[in-house]
């Protein structure tokens, strides 16, 4: 079972940084190589953003060296070090390191595997001097026509703003449950509707001023996910205007209590007990409401 990974690339050992490393610091390839990749390992495991609170002396305990190495490190242009601020960065962290680069990495993974799997699905482009077709655009095939058809390949998912992501899993999750009336959100890729809305200026900010009102919403009979909350541009603002703080009514063709007299017949203890019935069945419904 594969665990926490990092992209290393396989000609590591080649690198002007890395030769520039050796020659600066004296240490054999593997010395340096092995130094690096346990800075990358850790800080995948530690770091958000690719800042760490770290001093020089603590980085060379947990990943070997010494002061001279790390500040040739840095050096090279591999790690930025804030002696004021006591912290380390690893430059260009999103780019290779982050969770959105490992997407982008697994997602060209698959690409290859189903092109290797489907060798003829590209057709070689016409020859530059070919002529264009008489009808500029055909139309559109029948389902007959289509037979036999290669379908495309799945198009690459869009990757929202890391740090705007971030703060929208954390304000969902900070006390989701019962009285939030929310579901709590595991994955730690989201869900595309939160793709599509993140990209909207000013909706982040307006979703974090609606999250907290959901223990209001009393119209959902049950809680909310975070698809549905970020599958309509306006839920978020319905949420703030309140439009979802009453109880929702019955759809037509829905059961509702029976607000009808006692049937003729019905008297004394018979229509006593038939509005007691009526009186019972509604409460309960209204409690399932709530």
């Not at 223990?215 to 009979?221: E, G, I, N, V």
Request: aromatic share 8%; glycine share 8%; charged share 30%.
């Amino acid at each position: 079972m594969a665990g926490e990974w990092v992209a290393i690339d396989i000609g590591l050992p080649d690198e002007p940084e890395v030769q520039e490393l050796i020659d600066v610091t004296g240490h054999p390839v593997e010395y340096v190589c092995f130094r690096l990749y346990r800075l990358w390992g850790w800080a995948s495991m530690h770091c958000a953003d690719g800042t760490a609170r770290m001093t020089i002396p603590r980085l060379a305990r947990t990943c070997g060296g010494d002061d001279a190495f790390w500040q040739a490190v840095a050096a090279v242009g591999w790690l930025e070090i804030d002696e004021t601020a006591a912290t380390v960065t690893i430059p260009k962290w999103d780019r290779r390191f982050s969770q959105a680069a490992k997407a982008r990495l697994q997602h060209a993974d698959r690409s290859k595997a189903y092109e290797e799997r489907n060798p003829g699905r590209k057709r070689p482009p016409p020859p530059s001097g070919a002529a264009a077709p008489d009808d500029p655009a055909p139309a559109r095939r029948t389902g007959e026509d289509r037979t036999g058809e290669i379908p495309p390949p799945p198009r690459e998912a869009s990757h929202p703003d890391t740090a705007a992501w971030a703060t929208l899993l954390a304000a969902w999750n900070a006390g989701a449950g019962t009285e939030a009336r929310r579901r709590p959100w595991k994955p730690l890729q989201p869900p595309p509707e939160a793709v599509e809305r993140l990209a909207e200026p000013g909706w982040l900010e307006e979703a974090l001023e609606a999250i907290p009102r959901l223990r209001s919403c009393r119209y959902f009979k049950s809680w909310v996910g975070l698809p549905q909350f970020c599958g309509k541009p306006a839920f978020a603002r319905k949420v703030l205007d309140g439009s979802y703080d009453d109880v929702s009514e019955p759809k037509a063709g829905q059961w509702r209590p029976d607000d009808r007299p006692a049937p003729q017949g019905f008297t004394g203890d018979d229509a006593a007990r038939f509005e007691a019935t009526k009186r019972a069945m509604a409460s309960r419904i209204r409690e399932a409401a709530s």
